[in-house]
């Protein structure tokens, strides 16, 4: 897992100045005097702001940031002045969970502040806080932003270098056609089945059933990615609570080596959520543990018991993908893969008319399009290459799709690297190339809105930049024509 690709070292950049950034935030909360839960308040909102706000952009990342509070915290007044009101309690969080999905139909932003909003009422949960606090939660959470952004913006910026690449824009729909509004329908239904059994298991510790049905849609967009991110978080909770036990509980809250520790779990979180979901959660688990030691309320029953709400909210998000407006896997599946091959088509036409003398023709933000999608590709099918998969010839069938999407990623990547060279140039052969790439993807996709080349004028020729690029082209082109036989065969998965 540590050995993953890490290109440029960015992951591990984002990684420490996210301990920076929660250690700083948790340091001032508690040199201003406030308490523990204050201070467990920040340290979560910091986490939340560095983990969670996506936008592409540093301004517009710093704007999402300044809007956390205002979607947080009139949520977490309401949360505290409902602690003692259960029925009104619950029945406002699953407003919240309702509205924090749905936001997700705006991008990264509302993608973020729904989770802050709803990581605002969890905490209160968490902590069994009430009105009396709000000062004191209020401060520690404006402390904590201001803090947590000074490092991301002015001290660690390291988005102002190196720019995230764009996130796809969700899938399109009116109505229930939306992802974004059936998700909304069924975390409310799955986070509804946690609340209701997560109670009577315990009654003070069932908000881990519903945060646990709300993370598993999270990044989610049909019901195979669902199942297997449920699955993945019941591992990653089992062996974060068996470390727990070792690490967690004989330490008894000591600070100091406690606070090493969740910094330590800070950088996991951060390392590994990118590859690996199980991992995130291990860690996730552990910090958990020595939280509730720094409360002074650890002890192996309850870890025991946040492993069994834990399958409570799996069940519960398991449920509601099968029976409340499902989301197909292949649906979503093919949705993605054409929108990438689209990207694709759109990355090699602006390398050939580049290429073609047209200096106002950039591949270079296409290809990082291309990166993203290809992403999100990965994501929608992995439920079909799991090894928990029985169906061997869909696992096959989604191999072979990413294997191929992977050449055309390789091959488009390299066309823009030609393409880049002031050097480089093209002759008639170039357009015919372009050409038989525009058939083949017809043949996959339908008509392309673009043409990749116009005609040439010139005579034909052989330079060093034409040749790279016919390369490119014809390796582009085989990959096209092996993508019918995955793509028109049966459907990847009938689920």
């Known amino acids: ?51 969670t706000v996506g936008d592409t952009t540093v301004r517009g990342q710093a704007l999402t940031t300044a809007l956390l509070p205002v979607a947080g915290l009139p949520v977490l007044a309401l949360a505290t002045a409902l602690h003692g009101m259960p029925p009104l309690r619950d029945a406002t969080w699953l407003a919240v969970i309702f509205c924090g999905v749905y936001a997700r139909r705006w991008g990264p932003r509302g993608h973020a502040l729904g989770i802050f909003a709803f990581m605002m009422f969890f905490t209160t949960q968490f902590l069994h806080a009430v009105p009396g606090q709000l000062p004191q939660l209020y401060a520690a959470v404006a402390l904590s932003l201001a803090a947590s952004s000074g490092v991301r913006f002015g001290a660690w910026c390291i988005e102002r270098r190196t ?13 229930l056609a939306r992802p974004a509004t059936r998700q909304a329908f069924q975390a409310t239904a799955a986070c509804a089945f946690a609340l209701s059994v997560g109670q009577s298991l315990s009654h003070d510790r069932w908000y881990w059933a519903v945060g646990t049905a709300w993370w598993i849609f999270v990044n989610t967009a049909s019901r195979g990615e669902t199942l297997i991110r449920g699955f993945r978080r019941v591992v990653g909770t089992l062996t974060g609570i068996v470390a727990g036990l070792l690490i967690a509980v004989p330490l008894h809250g000591a600070p100091v080596p406690t606070a090493a520790l969740v910094a330590v779990c800070v950088f996991g979180i951060f390392y590994t959520a ?123 069938r989604a191999r072979q799709i990413l294997t191929l999407l992977d050449d055309c990623a390789r091959e488009v990547r390299g066309l823009a690297a030609v393409a880049a060279d002031p050097d480089a140039s093209h002759d008639a052969r170039l357009t015919a190339a372009c050409r038989r790439v525009e ?57």
């Open 1 to 51: 897992m540590f050995m993953a690709p890490d290109p440029g070292l960015f992951r591990l950049r984002v990684s420490l100045r996210a301990v920076l950034g929660i250690g700083l935030a948790v340091a001032l909360s508690e040199l201003a005097g406030l308490s523990l839960s204050a201070s467990i308040t920040g340290g979560l909102a910091a986490l939340l702001a560095l983990f």
């Open 274 to 396: 990118a590859p690996s979901y199980s991992w995130m959660m291990f860690f996730v688990t552990v910090m958990a543990g020595l939280l509730y030691g720094l409360l002074g309320v650890l002890h192996p029953g309850l870890l025991g018991l946040r492993l069994a709400e834990t399958g409570v909210g799996a069940l519960g998000a398991a449920l509601a993908v099968a029976l409340i407006l499902p989301i197909t896997t292949h649906t979503v599946t093919d949705r993605w893969v054409e929108r990438a091959l689209h990207a694709v088509h759109g990355c090699t036409a602006t390398a050939a008319r580049r290429l073609a003398g047209d200096a106002h023709a950039d591949p270079a933000p296409r290809a990082a399009e291309l990166e993203a999608l290809l992403g999100r590709v990965r994501m929608a099918l992995a439920p079909l290459v799991h090894p928990l998969n029985p169906v061997r010839a869909r696992k096959a």
């Open 163 to 175: 720019p995230l690449p764009a996130a796809p824009a969700p899938l399109d729909g009116r109505g």
């Open 439 to 495: 058939t083949a993807m017809e043949s996959l996709v339908g008509a392309v809105p673009e043409r990749a080349l116009a005609a040439h004028h010139g005579a034909p020729g052989h330079h060093p930049g034409a040749e790279q690029a016919l390369a490119h082209l014809h390796g582009l082109e085989r990959a096209l024509v092996a993508l019918a036989t995955p793509l028109r065969g049966s459907r990847l998965m009938g689920a």
